[in-house]
């Protein structure tokens, strides 16, 4: 912690830099999730193949899959989120999809009834009943990211997991500590802010 306690500023611009990249990546995440997660729900046999496709990419290593990213974009943040949109897809993608056939047919035949159209009717219904699954994978999916985006340091992608690194390669104890409790604290604060929001999605 003396590390941590020595430099308040430079740890708190690493969490910055980490918020950022992990915010970034989910925010795009989610806009590739969610029209995957609709066909994944409505269409049984391309959904198989769309989740197989993303459990493989998810059991990837992380350094495997960060190694060969490099190999075709280079070093640096971008590359970083391209992995991280990659690994959240198979989390985000599967918690939509649950939560969209968890729907109460009941409320399907009432949407029906009013006329709604396909898409007023996953954008008026089905989507804010699905709220507490969405939510939930956000929150799984956000925990993740923040614990891989410390590993993407190692191709120059910044954040917290900078200075774990530079502890590594310079044998100091205190950095490596430092960052490793920062992120953990940013997670446990992240996951923390989502469980409020699953919560209040579910009373809504």
């Known amino acids: 912690m003396s590390f941590l306690l020595a430099h308040p500023g430079l740890v708190a611009a690493r ?24 066909l994944v729900a409505r269409r049984p046999r391309a959904g198989a193949v769309v989740l197989g496709v993303l459990n493989a990419i998810y059991t990837v290593p992380s ?7 490099v190999a075709l974009f280079g070093l640096g ?16 993608v599967r918690n939509i999809a649950e939560g969209l056939r968890g729907v109460s047919p009941a ?32 929150r799984i ?8 985006a410390t590993v993407a340091a190692w191709i120059d992608a910044g954040g ?3 200075i774990v690194f ?8 205190a950095k490596i500590v430092a960052g490793s409790v920062a992120a953990m604290a940013l ?4 996951d923390v802010l989502l469980r409020f929001a699953e919560r209040a999605s579910a009373r809504a």
Request: proline share 5%; charged share 10%; net charge negative.
């Open 15 to 38: 969490a910055g830099e980490h918020a950022a990249l992990v915010l970034v990546s989910l925010a795009i995440a989610l806009a590739i999730a969610l029209p995957l997660g609709v």
């Open 187 to 190: 997670a446990l604060a992240a």
């Open 160 to 162: 917290l997991g900078s």
């Open 77 to 92: 943040a971008p590359t970083a989120v391209v992995a991280l949109v990659a690994y959240a897809q198979m989390i985000l």
């Open 107 to 138: 409320a399907l035949d009432a949407a029906d009834g009013l006329g709604f159209t396909p898409r007023d009717r996953l954008l008026r219904v089905e989507l804010p009943l699905a709220l507490p699954a969405i939510f939930g994978g956000i």
């Open 141 to 148: 999916a956000t925990v993740a990211l923040i614990g891989l």
């Open 166 to 173: 530079e502890g590594l390669h310079q044998d100091d104890a």
């Open 63 to 69: 350094l495997a899959l960060l190694a060969i990213l």
